[in-house]
């Protein structure tokens, strides 16, 4: 393990068997929708958003266990300012996906903590005049908001604590954790994390 990993709080069995319930829920509920509306699901337009870089991990999992049609576009979200661990609100960085008119977006990411970053993004993607937005975490420290927010899929509450793996870092690293693990305070509350600049 990493010396600075302190204990797993998620194992990544669980994790994947998770992944599994929240796709066979994302997955019915947009074919609801379809059914719905009268659209085939071969003819609908189903575009994954996954929020960079968090959700790359969840999103690479999640996507194969949809049995849909789908398109996916990525996007870039930065709240934490390099080795930090809190958060100071969302900063959109690059393009927005063009051509979301009548689609199906499914915003997919990592963990809401404050829900700026899924409260801007959705608010942007909705200016896009697309059919139906969700939203789509794998973790959610719920206890944490300062804006409100629901995602519309969660896979496991947390508390509030710091984590890492499964695609979520602590100053750029531990994405490739294959579990879900906790920080020892002292890397967390290091030196490192001070930034005086912000
Ligand atoms: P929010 O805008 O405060 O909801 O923050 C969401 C973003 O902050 C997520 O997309 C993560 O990238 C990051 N984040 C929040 N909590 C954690 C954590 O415990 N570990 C790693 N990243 C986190
Ligand atoms: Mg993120």
Known sequence: MFREVERVLIRREEIERRVGEIADALGASLLAELHEDGVEP?????????????????????????????????????SYAG?????????????MPSDLRGARVVVVDDIVDSGRTLDLLTTLLRERGPRSVRTVVLLD???????????DH?????????????????????????????????????????????
């Open 154 to 198: 969660v896979g496991f509450e947390i508390p509030d604590e710091f984590v890492v793996g499964y695609g979520l870092d602590f100053d750029g690293y531990y994405r490739n954790l294959p579990d879900i693990a906790t920080l020892r305070p002292e890397a967390v509350r290091g030196p490192l994390a001070e930034d005086p600049s912000q």
């Open 83 to 95: 080795a930090t661990t809190v958060s100071r609100g969302a900063l959109l960085a690059g393009e």
């Open 42 to 78: 071969d003819d609908a337009r189903i575009v994954l958003v996954p929020v960079m870089t968090g959700a790359l991990v969840f999103a690479a999992d999640l996507i194969r266990r949809l049995p849909l049609k789908l398109r996916l576009e990525l996007v870039a979200v930065s």
């Open 141 to 151: 420290k719920a206890t944490r908001r300062a804006v409100e927010f629901a995602p």
